[in-house]
């Protein structure tokens, strides 16, 4: 995480990762959505409805307000690995049932979703003083660190945009 910034450059940062994610899923293009590839048997759709499932939960959180835990939510009988916990590794269990949950959905409802989403996390953040923001400890959620160190984008650009550009060169190759 980098060094705590202001609200606005927060809000900032936000955006350009929205913009980001935007851009990628233009540069897919709608007639690859449901392909698989990107992620083994899993189709960009998937990706992005995995993708808005683990934001939401930063939703959750960011809505709920400094100083508030919101548990994780899932169906009864479904253990998973805390999110929260820096050492945790599964999380098999939640993305399993997360892609099942949103198979059947449209590529068009899963695309609003996410947009919905990423302009949830803003106004969340756009709600918050900014003491809020940029005071480390504010969230238990994020440890020692301030809001204004989260890394927004990251899950697509660390974890999951590698491997969709590698799909996307041999879809273009």
């Known amino acids: 995480m980098s060094t705590p910034r202001t609200k606005a450059e927060t809000l900032d940062r936000i955006e350009e990762a929205r913009r ?8 897919v293009g709608e007639g690859r959505m449901e392909q ?9 759709k998937d990706l992005a409805a995995h993708l808005t499932a683990w934001q ?5 959180r960011l809505e709920a307000g400094p100083g508030i835990d919101v ?5 009864d009988g479904l253990t998973v690995t805390d999110p929260d916990d820096p050492d945790a590794t599964d999380w098999d269990p939640a993305n399993a049932w997360f892609r099942d949950r949103d198979k059947d959905r449209s590529v068009h409802d899963v695309l609003a979703d996410a947009e919905n989403s990423w302009r949830r996390v803003y106004a969340a953040v756009h709600a918050l003083t900014e003491s809020d923001v940029v005071t480390p400890g504010r969230f238990s959620w994020l440890g020692d660190h301030a809001l204004s160190e989260a890394d927004f984008g990251g899950h697509l ?10 799909w996307l060169a041999g879809q273009n190759g």
């Open 20 to 27: 980001h994610w935007i851009s990628l899923v233009d540069e």
């Open 36 to 44: 698989p590839g990107p992620m083994g048997e899993w189709t960009f």
């Open 56 to 60: 939401e939960r930063t939703v959750l």
């Open 71 to 75: 548990p994780a939510t899932y169906p």
């Open 157 to 166: 650009t660390e974890e999951h945009e590698p491997a969709v550009r590698e």
